[in-house]
Structure formats: C-alpha cells, structure tokens
C-alpha cells in the first residue's frame, strides 16, 4: 500500500496515464492501479521499469523503493496467524512495522502497543466471546508479538494521547485495570514513548469523531497514512488533504492534552481511585 501510494504520486507528478504505464512493464491500465492501491504484489523488474519512466535516477530513491518493493512481497511474522486476522488489519500490521512514529489518540481502550496480556485478553473477548479459549489465546499472543517492536534495535516512537474515559473504564476488573495502569507508569520512562492524557474537565475536543492512527515512515518521500479502524473494516487514508486534516486534529489535541511530563502523576491518582 506505501509502495502503491507512492508509485501513483510519482506518476502522478510526470503527468502520465496508467496506460501508458502498463504499456511500459507490459501490463494493463487496472494492473497499475492495483499496483497502486497496494491490492497485488510487486515484481521488481516492473518497479524498476516504472522508476525509470517516472524519471527516478538517484540511486539511494531506487535503492529504498526497490527494498520497499522486496519487502512488500515478503509474508510478515503474522502471516501464519492469517486465519484469525482480518486482511485488512494484515495491512495495518505491515504498515506499522514499517513506521518510525506512530501517533495514535484512543478514546475508549488502551491502545494495543501498551496493553499489558490481562487487559488485552479482556478487550479481545469483548469482540470474540463466542471463539474457543485457544484461539482467544492466539491473539493475545500476537497482540504481545506486536510491542516487541518498540524495544526493536530501530523502535519506532509512539506517541499515543489517551482520553481519561479509556483509563478510568475497568476492563477485565479492577486488578486487571490496576496492572494496566502501572504498566502504564513504567511506559512513559521509555525515551521512544510519549503519553498523553486528556482529561474529563476539557469537555469537548478535537477529535470527538473517534480513534485512529498516523503512521509515518522513515523515507521522507514516502506519504504518511491514517489508519482508521471499524468493526468489520478500516479506512486507509495518504491523500494530502486527508492527512494534513488527521495531523492538523492531532496536533489540537497534543495542546489540548495534559504535557506528557504530567502523565504519570495523573495516572497515579487513577490508581489511587482504583484501588481506595
């Protein structure tokens, strides 16, 4: 999808038609745009071809797409969990290990990076109830498979703005919310995670529209994505407008939010509450 979204911007910029493209890596017009929407994989003598079309001649630009394009036909660690995950969070979970920051507001749960194994099993079976105990199991595994990648030799940073309805709501119970909240605590200690928490007295904000995620990744050319998520699908968003109204909401409510210096003290008295 990254490597998609990019190639049409590319095209895009030289002003030529996806049949023009298809005729040079001997494709039709629809292969190119399901090369573009990330719905088909990538050969890279075609990635190549197009480059050069498109007029891409600095070697390290090719070099990176090229690797982008390796990569996008190489089955992630999740591809033996295919069948309990969704295609399109399959997409998600490539996208995000590609990131180097991940900006995600949470209105209702914890997000998943920072979920300890109870609370997570507990959001799981909201949505699962009706699934076997091994396959609740399974997820739980691969939600707790995900986080690895902020203590990865390269970890992304997350920086995550949390509404106080998501932290003061006890899923899984009251000693499940407990650990969660210290897990919490320890979270912001982490030079490559940032928190942030807005509180019950700010009344309306920016973004009462709901949760989502802004990926952006290490090459600068490449377009951030919103990654929107519903109950039996998700948006995936990298036209301009779109982003920049997603980052400009973001950025609302990084002011709006309680300074990430302030996040542990508030999550205490969370605590306190919890076990008084």
Known sequence: MLLGAHLRRLREAQGITRETAGWEIRASESKISRME???VGFKVRDIEDLLTLYGVEDAKERAELLKLAKGANTPGWWHHDGDILPSWFQSYLGLEAAASMIRTYEVQFIPGLLQTPDYARAVIL???SHVPAHEIERRVTLRMTRQKLLTSEEPPQLWA???EGALRRPIGGVAVMCAQLEALIAATERPNIRIQVIPFRFGGHAAAGGAF???????QDLPDVVYVEQLTSALYLDKREDVEHYIGTMERLCIQAEPPDETPAILDD???DFKS
């Open 37 to 39: 929407l990330g719905r």
């Open 126 to 128: 909201l949505g699962h």
């Open 161 to 163: 703005v949390i509404d």
């Open 270 to 272: 969370i605590l306190r």
């Open 213 to 219: 995620n802004i990926l952006r990744f290490p090459h």
